[in-house]
């Protein structure tokens, strides 16, 4: 990161916690980013296994694939090679993260009730990823989100290590938050899926790498429909996904959920819709957004729950990207 990038995120990052002055720390103090690891050959856009995912989407056209942000120019900018790295699919030094917020959700965790997931999600630095070192303990935000993230579903579900739900996780991304949930609760079958061909790619690719429950798997769009057809779905999440799309494809993905009848709906937005606590489609240029509930609501769904990100008022100011977590139940209509 050039220097000058990095007193913008200071300035950022200061300005959210109350200071207006930038403050920049000395160079040589800053964290550094840690070299990238396993930068594998078969993570190119010529691989075989991309291009059969690239002709089974172009031949399933839907209202999922009505991309505003995730179009093919997009998605050319990611490096497959380094995909856990700070891009679309995971800002890291972006978004007012600095090593200050890195540091504070680390010792959140670890003095919270989450210190047994921090301990079970483990870090090696694979593919990329913005981190630091503490206590000899690798730390990304992939790593402190999922913590985050299992903390809140192991609270509302009772969650164990023989739990057994069926969760569908839409916009899955390089599948960060499946291979969480499999290290910590082994049992949850997770079904992967993604708009964009490219991270159904990754995603199967890095479950794959991980060495993945056989129940934690990547399923093409395109068969996602027969998939749901032959068992229930539990719980559907998606994670700073569906507040990409445009208002064609949520209504997309939600006709979906309606049809299979499934009975909860986790939904995380980005901050930048009025800090979380709302959620919108993400447009063209130009075209006016359209605000989500209206459309869960005429499906059946209800939001039950609206909860920060982080319970303590303090780390929604100093933890890594702050946000809220929203819980829909479905209701008979």
């Not at 800090?275 to 006016?288: A, D, F, K, N």
């Amino acid at each position: 990161m050039k220097l000058d990038e990095y007193s913008a995120l200071e300035k950022k990052a200061l300005q959210r916690v109350g200071f207006f002055d930038s403050l920049l720390l000395p160079v040589e103090e800053r964290v550094p980013i840690a070299p990238s690891k396993n930068r594998s050959s078969e993570l190119n856009r010529k691989n075989g296994r991309l291009e059969e995912l690239r002709q089974q989407y172009s031949a399933y056209p839907c209202a999922a694939q009505m991309h505003s942000q995730w179009d093919e120019p997009f998605t050319q900018e990611i490096d497959l090679a380094t995909f856990r790295g700070d891009s679309a699919y995971m800002w890291q030094y972006r978004d007012g993260n600095v090593p200050l917020t890195y540091i504070a959700t680390y010792y959140h965790h670890r003095l919270s009730t989450n210190a047994d997931l921090l301990e079970e999600c483990t870090e090696d630095g694979s593919f990329g990823p913005y981190s630091l070192t503490l206590q000899n303990d690798l730390v990304t935000r992939d790593r402190l989100d999922s913590v985050t993230e299992l903390g809140f579903l192991r609270e509302l579900f009772s969650l164990n290590e023989l739990s057994q739900l069926r969760i569908l996780d839409i916009g899955s991304g390089y599948g960060r938050l499946a291979w969480r949930i499999n290290q910590c609760f082994p049992n949850i079958q997770m079904l992967c899926v993604d708009a964009v061909p490219e991270s159904a790619f990754l995603c199967e690719y890095y479950l794959t790498y991980r060495e993945a429950s056989p129940h934690v798997r990547m399923v093409p769009l395109p068969t996602l429909t027969t998939e749901l057809s032959q068992s229930p779905i539990d719980l559907a999440i998606a994670v700073n996904s569906l507040s990409e799309c445009t208002a064609a494809a949520m209504e997309w993905w939600l006709d979906l959920l309606e049809a299979h009848r499934v009975p909860y709906i986790m939904l995380v937005p980005h901050a930048a819709f009025e800090g979380g606590r709302e959620i919108y489609s993400t447009e063209l240029r130009g075209t006016e957004k359209i605000p989500m509930l209206p459309l869960l609501e005429r499906r059946g769904y209800r939001r039950t729950i609206m909860q920060p990100k982080y319970k303590e008022a303090a780390m929604q100011l100093y933890g890594v990207s702050p946000t809220y977590f929203h819980v829909f139940s479905r209701q008979s209509l």
